[in-house]
């Protein structure tokens, strides 16, 4: 399951990025070390469970995420 995924998590993960980068900022602000490890950690999950998602269609299943 993880290797099927990866290449989703390749492709997914700068989108989740770019959209949960802005809720981490304040995290950030306070403590850098932290407000990265969280958005790592976040983005991979996210980045994962969408991949996931995506493999379970057919046709993304068949073109992009083989």
Do not use: A, D, R
């Not at 998590?9 to 407000?35: A, C, D, T, W």
């Not at 490890?37 to 269609?57: A, D, N, W």
């Amino acid at each position: 399951v993880i290797s099927k995924c990866s290449f989703g998590v390749y492709i997914f993960h700068l989108f989740v990025m770019g959209l949960i980068s802005p809720y981490i900022q304040h995290i950030n602000e306070m403590n850098g070390k932290f407000g990265t490890i969280i958005l790592c950690v976040l983005t991979l999950f996210t980045s994962f469970v969408l991949s996931y998602i995506f493999g379970k269609i057919p046709l993304m299943k068949k073109t992009i995420l083989q």
